[in-house]
């Protein structure tokens, strides 16, 4: 089993900076995925960004191209989000996931086995 939990969320002004972290534990494995992922209320779960833990390569929505960025920290196993440029349209619920079989990042949820609980993001205009 895998746990992840996801911190750092809050609410914050437009155009400001928020880090959301998830940090992992239980089993490892050789290769992984990282996601995240938001939901807005009445909305189906969206994709944000994701990164490989093999080749570290990552894959971002279009909403959040050039605002958000995706990394992980081995040392730490904990993947981050960091979101500048906040807007209102960015308010949601934003989760973390592993899929622990892919290569190349998913932007599917159902490609991922693992969740966390879930970090509320607001944002305010």
């Known amino acids: 089993q895998v746990q992840l939990v996801e911190s750092g969320g809050g609410l914050v002004q437009a155009g400001d900076s928020l880090r959301l972290s998830c940090a992992a534990s239980?089993?490892?494995?050789?290769?992984?995925?990282m996601g995240w992922f938001r939901q807005a209320p009445g909305k189906e779960r969206e994709f944000v960004a994701a990164?490989?833990?093999?080749?570290?390569?990552?894959n971002y929505a279009d909403p959040v191209k050039g605002r958000f960025t995706v990394s992980w920290d081995n040392a730490k196993i904990t993947a981050y989000l960091q979101m500048n440029s906040l807007q209102p349209e960015d308010t949601a619920v934003y989760y973390c996931?592993?899929?622990?079989?892919?290569?190349?990042?998913?932007?599917?949820?159902?490609?991922?086995?693992?969740w966390g609980q879930g970090t509320q993001v607001t944002v305010s205009s």
């Open positions: 996931a592993l899929d622990r079989s892919r290569n190349v990042p998913s932007t599917a949820p159902l490609a991922y086995d693992y």
């Open positions: 990164i490989a833990y093999s080749g570290g390569r990552v």
């Open positions: 239980g089993r490892t494995f050789s290769r992984f995925i």
